[in-house]
Nanobody, 125 residues
Framework: QVQLVESGGGSVQAGGSLRLSCAGSRYTYSSNCMGWFRQAPGKEREGVAGIYTSSRKTYYVDSVKGRFTISQDKGKNTVYLQMNSLKPEDTAMYYC??????????????????WGQGTQVTVSS
């Protein structure tokens, strides 16, 4: 059974920082790609960042470039999302995903096989 467990969410003021963690089983890190997604009430799920686990190549949605950093620690089977200079519009439930199907792109949420339960991030102005 593959499990992904997110942690690190919370409430911060604009300009603050949070680091999200996604701990998974060893299997998840044999997958080719891990992603972070977010979903705000009434909005569609959005790809925030992705990391291809072999090449360590990373991708970001334009709205977070320069502020967020995705990284991995294979020894701990953990993927991180460091979020700096947070803005109220970053408020959402954040999810990590693993095991991108062949041919999928990192931002395509429907192309992942495994998901965590989510962690809430709230940024106040």
């Amino acid at each position: 059974q593959v499990q992904l467990v997110e942690s690190g969410g919370g409430s911060v003021q604009a300009g603050g920082s949070l680091r999200l963690s996604c701990a998974g089983s060893r299997y998840t890190y044999s997958s080719n790609c891990m992603g972070w997604f977010r979903q705000a009430p009434g909005k569609e799920r959005e790809g925030v960042a992705g990391i291809y686990t072999s090449s360590r190549k990373t991708y970001y949605v334009d709205s977070v470039k320069g502020r967020f950093t995705i990284s991995q620690d294979k020894g701990k089977n953990t993927v991180y999302l460091q979020m700096n200079s947070l803005k109220p519009e970053d408020t959402a439930m954040y999810y990590c995903a693993a095991d991108l199907v062949y041919g999928g792109s990192w931002y395509q949420w429907e192309k992942y096989n495994y998901w965590g339960q989510g962690t809430q991030v709230t940024v106040s102005s």
